[in-house]
């Protein structure tokens, strides 16, 4: 870095139209998706926590057992405390006001000037339910690569911090405060990999250290492994992967996210040999994946966490750890569970669901527990059918073509029915609506995959709330469009649109519909692809990669082929045959993607989730909710009631003297 690491890591148609038409739809979608993100400042959470690292690490330093050395510095840590008590009141409930308590109390021991060992761990546990209440990302995606950071580091930090990281670079003399040497046993003893992370992310005001927000967000989590790692001794490493291999730290340190929030000191005082294994982990980050079972250890820690807040009758925090259990864990590995065990798959979401139910309804402690326990039980036989190691070639293969195959099946059918609709007419003239549409839907589904891989990782909830918008909108287009469609199979309907519209464009908001649908049906299925792809990238291993690739492209292959015979099987049919089966085809796809849509937001804690006794059909979006089901058969008696509407109009044609 070009500035040193200071306290916090150191001491006709017209598709122009179309396309401006989808920037806006886009934008649209951003603005409603992105409601959540304004709502929960994570910005403002991140530079709490950046707050209460600080005087976790310095306070100590500059007031040993209860003597202030240092008063500029010791006022300092009150600033910092105050200033994180006034943030942390700007941001949202629940679970505010008991982290504003606790903060409170910090700064209290603070002006006490209570010793450094208390005020450090006060200050570790603020920022742990900091990260904990707003769900804040504190791991990275995949493991991190310390040899490019060892390149990055020589290119952007060695000339402050020296080769070694021991503070001695050429550009360190008079530098206020000086580079840290991190080597440093007793400051790099209380820094979190997170902390680090934290630090280069958002840079320190007022010092020379910069946020490096133009580093990638995997380059900024590389660059403080390396960091951590730098003081460990060879011989521990090697005790510790010895201890690894014998499975010593793999319940305590058994996900990245565990060992990026660990601080060093707290781990050492539980054992040696788990400050032995959290060194080497922390120097070998590969050992650990971001996906399969570690995320069901995170999963395992939220859920623990869900009944923990129910027994001190903190309803909101267990349901708000319920849904995170879910979101940034199990959902994580339901694509790849889903291949090799379907049934298991839909009981453990099924529960799920139905935990957040219980904490709806106030259940009993004790009622929570035990389906908690349940729940635990089968996250144990997903984890012995996932297994520990990396898939298999064939079972990337199959993987990756499965949910190809599965997510682009439902955007194949409603494209190639809408493509065939303006081939059967004649009226290409709306052709360049439709694949601006889906053109766009792939061009920015290509960007949401590089934000999520190196810009920002897009949270769980956010995720769900994009799908289910999506899809809710894209059932509104669908049954537009296909109410239309099922207006022109009435032959005489047919006559008269042909005569008022073979020399004219469509309707622009036909036009726009048809680019609509094309839009949304197809990025609302590349949104969710990008979500299982990325971790089944991370748990295919280097060696399953070609095999990954492979399935990819075979399945693109089938889709291909099948759009085409729709297309080509489809036109020969007659009107009236042609028109009726494009309308029962895009409102039945409507029906699905309502489906869809209320699961999704059900899912992302929005919308509430009543189990009930049903038939579970997820191909037609059927989930056995309540509220799902209520809203499909509002859907159904709309369709219904549209479709009863046309055929009184198309007798009343009938009935009219030919024109």
Same mark, same amino acid.
């Given at each position: 870095?070009?500035?040193?690491?200071?306290?916090?890591?150191?001491?006709?148609?017209?598709?122009?139209?179309?396309?401006?038409?989808?920037?806006?739809?886009?934008?649209?979608?951003?603005?409603?998706?992105?409601?959540?993100?304004?709502?929960?400042? %994570?910005?403002?959470?991140?530079?709490?926590?950046?707050?209460?690292?600080?005087?976790?690490?310095?306070?100590?330093?500059?007031?040993?057992?209860?003597?202030?050395?240092?008063?500029?510095?010791?006022?300092?840590?009150?600033?910092?405390?105050? *200033?994180?008590?006034?943030?942390?009141?700007?941001?949202?409930?629940?679970?505010?006001?008991?982290?504003?308590?606790?903060?409170?109390?910090?700064?209290?021991?603070?002006?006490?000037?209570?010793?450094?060992?208390?005020?450090?761990?006060?200050?570790?546990?603020?920022?742990?339910?900091?990260?904990?209440?707003?769900?804040?990302?504190?791991?990275? *995606?995949?493991?991190? $690569?310390?040899?490019?950071?060892?390149?990055?580091?020589?290119?952007?930090?060695?000339?402050?911090?020296?080769?070694?990281?021991?503070?001695?670079?050429? @550009?360190?003399?008079?530098?206020?405060?000086?580079?840290?040497?991190?080597?440093?046993?007793?400051?790099?003893?209380?820094?979190?990999?997170?902390?680090?992370?934290?630090?280069?992310?958002?840079?320190?005001?007022? %010092?020379?250290?910069?946020?490096?927000?133009?580093?990638?967000?995997?380059?900024?989590?590389?660059?403080?492994?390396?960091?951590?790692?730098?003081?460990?001794?060879?011989?521990?490493?090697?005790?510790?992967?010895?201890?690894?291999?014998?499975?010593?730290? &793999?319940?305590?340190?058994?996900?990245?996210?565990?060992?990026?929030?660990?601080?060093?000191?707290?781990?050492?005082?539980?054992?040696?040999?788990?400050?032995?294994?959290?060194?080497?982990?922390?120097?070998?980050?590969?050992?650990?994946?971001?996906?399969?079972?570690?995320?069901?250890?995170?999963?395992?820690?939220?859920?623990?966490?869900?009944?923990?807040?129910?027994?001190?009758? $903190?309803?909101?925090?267990?349901?708000?750890?319920?849904?995170?259990?879910?979101?940034?864990?199990?959902?994580?590995?339901? @694509?790849?569970?889903?291949?090799?065990?379907?049934?298991?798959?839909? $009981?453990?979401?099924?529960?799920?669901?139905?935990?957040?139910?219980?904490?709806?309804?106030?259940?009993?402690?004790?009622?929570?527990?035990?389906?908690?326990?349940?729940?635990?039980?089968?996250?144990?036989?997903?984890?012995? &059918?996932?297994? @520990?190691?990396?898939?298999?070639?064939?079972?990337?293969?199959?993987?990756?073509?499965?949910?190809?195959?599965?997510?682009?099946?439902?955007?194949?059918?409603?494209?190639?029915?809408?493509?065939?609709?303006?081939?059967?007419?004649? *009226? *290409?003239?709306?052709?360049?609506?439709?694949?601006?549409?889906?053109?766009?839907?792939?061009?920015?589904?290509?960007?949401?995959?590089?934000?999520?891989?190196?810009?920002?990782?897009?949270?769980?909830?956010?995720?769900?709330?994009?799908?289910?918008?999506?899809?809710?909108?894209?059932?509104?287009?669908?049954?537009?469009?296909?109410?239309?469609?099922?207006?022109?199979?009435?032959?005489?309907?047919?006559?008269?649109?042909?005569?008022?519209?073979?020399?004219?464009?469509?309707? &622009?908001?036909?036009?726009?519909?048809?680019?609509?649908?094309?839009?949304?049906?197809?990025?609302?299925?590349?949104?969710?692809?990008?979500?299982?792809?990325?971790?089944?990238?991370?748990?295919?291993?280097?060696?399953?990669?070609?095999?990954?690739?492979?399935?990819?492209?075979?399945?693109?292959?089938?889709?291909?082929?099948?759009?085409?015979?729709?297309?080509?099987?489809?036109?020969?049919?007659?009107?009236?045959?042609?028109?009726?089966?494009?309308?029962?085809?895009?409102?039945?796809?409507?029906?699905?993607?309502?489906?869809?849509?209320?699961?999704?937001?059900?899912?992302?804690?929005?919308?509430?989730?009543?189990?009930?006794?049903?038939?579970?059909?997820?191909?037609?979006?059927?989930?056995?909710?309540?509220?799902?089901?209520?809203?499909?058969?509002?859907?159904?008696?709309?369709?219904?009631?549209?479709?009863?509407?046309?055929?009184?109009?198309?007798?009343?044609?009938?009935?009219?003297?030919?024109?």
């Amino acid at each position: 870095m070009s500035t040193h690491l200071t306290p916090i890591l150191t001491s006709t148609c017209r598709p122009a139209g179309a396309l401006q038409w989808l920037r806006w739809l886009a934008a649209a979608i951003t603005l409603v998706t992105s409601f959540a993100a304004v709502a929960s400042p %994570t910005e403002q959470a991140q530079t709490v926590v950046q707050l209460l690292d600080y005087v976790a690490v310095d306070y100590p330093e500059f007031v040993p057992d209860g003597k202030v050395v240092d008063e500029a510095e010791y006022q300092e840590q009150r600033e910092f405390a105050g *200033r994180a008590i006034e943030l942390l009141q700007q941001l949202p409930a629940p679970g505010q006001a008991a982290v504003v308590g606790q903060a409170r109390t910090l700064l209290q021991r603070i002006e006490a000037k209570a010793p450094g060992a208390e005020v450090a761990a006060l200050a570790n546990g603020v920022r742990s339910d900091v990260i904990r209440v707003y769900g804040l990302v504190v791991a990275p *995606r995949q493991a991190p $690569d310390l040899q490019r950071a060892a390149s990055l580091f020589a290119a952007q930090c060695a000339a402050c911090h020296g080769a070694q990281g021991r503070g001695d670079g050429p @550009a360190a003399q008079g530098m206020e405060p000086p580079p840290s040497d991190f080597h440093d046993q007793a400051r790099m003893n209380v820094r979190s990999i997170y902390g680090l992370y934290n630090t280069i992310t958002l840079g320190i005001g007022g %010092t020379p250290m910069r946020a490096f927000a133009e580093l990638s967000n995997a380059d900024r989590w590389a660059l403080a492994f390396l960091v951590s790692a730098m003081r460990a001794p060879p011989q521990a490493l090697g005790r510790g992967e010895a201890l690894w291999a014998q499975g010593v730290g &793999k319940a305590e340190l058994g996900s990245l996210r565990v060992l990026v929030t660990a601080a060093p000191g707290e781990v050492a005082g539980k054992s040696a040999d788990l400050d032995a294994v959290r060194a080497w982990l922390t120097a070998n980050p590969q050992a650990l994946q971001s996906a399969g079972p570690s995320s069901l250890a995170f999963t395992r820690g939220k859920l623990d966490e869900a009944v923990a807040a129910a027994r001190r009758g $903190d309803v909101a925090g267990a349901r708000q750890a319920a849904i995170t259990a879910y979101l940034e864990g199990f959902e994580l590995v339901e @694509a790849s569970l889903d291949n090799v065990d379907g049934a298991l798959r839909t $009981d453990i979401e099924r529960e799920m669901m139905a935990l957040r139910t219980l904490l709806d309804q106030r259940r009993p402690v004790e009622a929570v527990a035990d389906h908690v326990q349940r729940l635990n039980a089968m996250l144990d036989r997903a984890e012995e &059918k996932l297994g @520990a190691g990396s898939l298999s070639p064939a079972g990337a293969f199959a993987s990756s073509l499965l949910i190809l195959l599965r997510e682009g099946l439902e955007a194949i059918l409603v494209l190639a029915a809408t493509i065939a609709f303006v081939l059967k007419t004649g *009226r *290409r003239d709306a052709l360049p609506y439709i694949h601006a549409g889906w053109i766009a839907a792939v061009a920015l589904g290509g960007a949401t995959w590089l934000v999520a891989t190196h810009v920002l990782e897009i949270s769980g909830a956010n995720r769900e709330l994009t799908e289910g918008v999506a899809a809710l909108l894209a059932a509104a287009m669908l049954l537009y469009v296909g109410y239309w469609l099922h207006g022109k199979s009435n032959a005489k309907a047919w006559q008269s649109f042909i005569r008022d519209q073979v020399t004219t464009a469509l309707g &622009k908001g036909t036009l726009w519909a048809m680019a609509g649908v094309s839009f949304l049906a197809v990025y609302r299925e590349l949104f969710e692809i990008i979500l299982f792809y990325q971790a089944l990238w991370a748990q295919v291993g280097p060696d399953g990669r070609g095999a990954f690739t492979g399935g990819i492209v075979v399945a693109v292959a089938l889709l291909a082929v099948l759009g085409w015979a729709i297309l080509k099987y489809s036109v020969r049919l007659p009107i009236a045959p042609f028109f009726a089966v494009m309308s029962a085809l895009l409102v039945a796809m409507a029906f699905v993607f309502v489906g869809h849509g209320v699961a999704a937001l059900q899912e992302a804690g929005v919308m509430n989730s009543t189990a009930v006794g049903f038939v579970e059909l997820p191909l037609l979006g059927i989930h056995a909710t309540a509220q799902g089901l209520a809203w499909q058969g509002l859907t159904l008696a709309v369709i219904a009631a549209a479709f009863l509407w046309r055929r009184q109009q198309a007798q009343a044609l009938q009935a009219s003297p030919a024109s």
